[in-house]
C-alpha cells in the first residue's frame, strides 16, 4: 500500500522558516517512474503546487515562490523535505504532498510528465505572530 | 505559466441527473508527438486530500466508478459525472501537467446536490 504523510510545525511565527517533511511508503524514492511534490491549499481556497523533486534529483520549483522553496530527498530515509523561508500570514495553508506518477516513453527514450495519483492526508500550517 | 480556467464556479445538480464541468487552459496540453493531453482531474470532499479521478484527459485511475468521464483535447476539457449520486458532492479540480513547472490547478468547481 502506497501512502505519504506530511510532518510539520502547527504554528510559526512571521519571517520564520518552515521545515516541513514528507514520509513516504510502499515505494522507493529512487524509483525513475515517480517523484514527490509538495502543494498546498489556503482555507476555502484552490490548490497551489510549490514543488516537486525526481530520483534524480531534478527539482523544480512555483514561478512565483522559487525565492523561498527548497526540496531535498534523503531516499534512504523514505523522505522528501521542503524548506519555506520568510513565512507569511498568507502562507497559512493545509500543505500536502503527493506521489507523481510517470509514464516512459520508449519513441523518446524520456520519461513524461504524470498526474499525482497519491496524496498525503496534509498537515495544517498556521503562520501568526 | 499556463492557467487553467474552470466553469462553472458552482454547480447544483438533482440527484441522478447529468453533471458537467468544464476546464479551459490558456495553452494546448495536447503533445503531438505521443498524442496525449496532460490534463487531470481531481475529486476534493471536505476534510479530506484531492483524489484522482481521470489522468491523460480521458483514462479513469484505477477504482473510480464509471459514471466519471473525461474528454476533450487542445485546450477544452470536460468532466462529465453520468448519474450524481450524494457521494460525488465534492469541489472538482483540473490540472495540466505538460509545461512543468509548475503543474498548475483550475480554481475549482464546487458541486451539490439540487
Known amino acids: 500500500q502506497v501512502t505519504l504523510k506530511e510532518s510539520g510545525p502547527v504554528l510559526v511565527k512571521p519571517t520564520e522558516t518552515l521545515t516541513l517533511t514528507c514520509i513516504v511508503s510502499g515505494f522507493s524514492l529512487t524509483n525513475a517512474r515517480m517523484g514527490v511534490s509538495w502543494i498546498r491549499q489556503p482555507p476555502g481556497k484552490a490548490l497551489e503546487y510549490l514543488a516537486h523533486?525526481?530520483?534524480?534529483?531534478?527539482?523544480s520549483y512555483s514561478t512565483s515562490l522559487e525565492s523561498r522553496l527548497t526540496i531535498s530527498k534523503d531516499a534512504s530515509k523514505s523522505q522528501v523535505v521542503l524548506t519555506m523561508t520568510n513565512m507569511d500570514p498568507v502562507d497559512t495553508a493545509t500543505y500536502y504532498c503527493?506521489?507523481?506518477?510517470?509514464?516512459?516513453?520508449?519513441?523518446?527514450?524520456?520519461?513524461?510528465?504524470?498526474?499525482?495519483?497519491?496524496w498525503g492526508q496534509g498537515t495544517v500550517v498556521t503562520v501568526s505572530s | 505559466d499556463i492557467v487553467m480556467t474552470q466553469s462553472p464556479d458552482s454547480l447544483a445538480v438533482s440527484l441522478g441527473e447529468r453533471a458537467t464541468i468544464n476546464c479551459k487552459s490558456s495553452?494546448?496540453?495536447?503533445?503531438?508527438?505521443?498524442?496525449?493531453?496532460?490534463l487531470a482531474w481531481y475529486q476534493q470532499k471536505p476534510g479530506q486530500p484531492p483524489k484522482l479521478l481521470i489522468y491523460w484527459a480521458s483514462i479513469r485511475e484505477s477504482g473510480v466508478p464509471d459514471r466519471f468521464s473525461g474528454s476533450g483535447s487542445g485546450t477544452d476539457f470536460t468532466l462529465t459525472i453520468s448519474s450524481l449520486q450524494a457521494e460525488d458532492v465534492a469541489v472538482y479540480y483540473c490540472q495540466q501537467y505538460y509545461f512543468t513547472p509548475p503543474y498548475t490547478f483550475g480554481q475549482g468547481t464546487k458541486l451539490e446536490i439540487k
Open positions: 523533486i525526481f530520483s534524480n534529483d531534478e527539482k
Open positions: 503527493a506521489r507523481i506518477r510517470r509514464d516512459y516513453d520508449y519513441v523518446w527514450g524520456t520519461y513524461t510528465s504524470g498526474a499525482f495519483d497519491i
Open positions: 495553452q494546448s496540453v495536447l503533445y503531438s508527438s505521443n498524442n496525449r493531453n496532460y
